[in-house]
């Protein structure tokens, strides 16, 4: 059986990066695997959250995995520490994980660099994400390409736990999209997009209004050439627009470059603002009608029933294996 498990933070306002590297390879890969799809606010805590936010954010989440098209009645969509097997889990996989290894981290390095103090959990979070994955025995898991080396940690767990204590866990396999898996900021084509930029137009929040998905994309830096064609290393501006412009449309990179040749930016921007636009709007519209919902309640509780039926079995097998008094 092929199994998936995934999770986006909510530690800041959803964007189209997130969107394009998780969200929308989770509604295609629904209807393929049996999945569970997880609101990781154990993970947010790792940096200072505000409660009100974090209350908010983690009920977005899930409202956006709904509204962007997760088949609730398929696949188990649910919150974290509503399943407490997760943080029983990352104990025991942060005492199999070596200090070298999770000093090795590089989302572990930037987020502590030039910082006086993080906390601890900032750096075991690998532990805690192996532990998410492991307890549902995934196959599969899709994330964007920033999370490769914490699936890189999760593997080696696994298999570092089923050497010494016996055959436990399924090693999972990574799913990174070719496209949109690194969509990068609209004012900086060498940093991710992130809502941690202070500048508001490098990113592009699911709940803009159009006029400002608009305006956004009007600023998009691109550069001097004015050919629509993708190229990385000699035009990462014009490139990532075209990448957001094929996330979105579901047309291919040769049939966007096609349509825009010899046309300049000012056509291409425009028309790459409406298929945003043209996207977003249902999920907005969606979103609105179950943010504050017994819908979205009743989903988050059959979905931590789901998951923490699914996880028991895993963790009672590993603190057997471990040694643990168990009956
Ligand atoms: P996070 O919001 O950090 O929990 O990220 C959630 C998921 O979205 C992870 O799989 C990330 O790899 C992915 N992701 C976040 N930002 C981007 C981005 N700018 N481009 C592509 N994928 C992203
Ligand atoms: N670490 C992921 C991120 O920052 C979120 C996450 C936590 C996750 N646990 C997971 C993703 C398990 C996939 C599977 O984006």
């Given amino acids: 059986m092929k199994r998936v498990i995934s999770g986006i933070k909510p530690s800041g306002e959803l964007n189209i990066g997130g969107y394009g590297g998780a969200l929308q390879p989770f509604i295609t890969i629904q209807h393929e695997y049996e999945c569970f799809f997880f609101v990781p606010d154990l993970h947010a805590i790792t940096v200072t959250q505000d409660p009100k936010e974090l209350y908010q954010r983690s009920k977005d989440i899930a409202a956006f995995y709904i509204a962007a098209g997760i088949d609730p009645k398929k696949s188990a969509i649910f919150i974290q520490s509503h399943v407490p097997a997760h943080a029983e889990l990352g104990w025991m996989m942060e005492t199999q994980s070596h200090f070298g290894e999770l000093s090795r981290m590089t989302q572990f390095k930037e987020k502590s660099d030039g910082k006086d103090s993080v906390s601890a959990a900032l750096f075991t979070y690998p532990a805690l994400m192996a532990a998410d994955i ?4 995934a196959t599969h898991v899709p994330v964007g390409d920033d999370q490769k080396q914490h699936l890189e940690m999760t593997r080696d767990l696994a298999l570092r736990f089923n050497n010494r204590f016996g055959s436990t866990f399924v090693v999972p396999e990574p799913i990174i999209q070719s496209l949109g ?31 400002e998905i608009r305006k956004k994309f009007s600023k998009a830096v691109t550069d001097s050439e004015g050919s629509v064609h993708l190229d990385w290393e000699a035009k990462p501006a014009v490139s990532n627009l075209i990448e957001i412009y094929a996330v979105f449309s579901g047309d291919s990179i040769a049939a966007i470059e096609r349509q825009y040749e010899g046309q300049g930016y000012g056509s291409f921007k425009r028309d790459l603002a409406e298929v945003v636009v043209e996207k977003l709007i249902p999920i907005q519209e969606r979103y609105k009608e179950i943010i504050d919902s017994e819908e979205l309640i009743t989903i988050l509780k059959d979905g931590a029933l789901k998951a923490s039926e699914a996880a028991k079995a895993t963790l009672h097998q590993a603190k057997r294996a471990m040694g643990f008094v168990t009956f």
């Fill in 134 to 137: 492991l307890l549902y025995q």
């Fill in 181 to 211: 898996s690194r969509i990068m900021g609209l004012d900086d084509p060498s940093k991710k997009m992130s809502k941690s930029n202070p500048n508001r137009n490098s990113c592009v929040l699911m709940l803009d209004s159009p006029d």
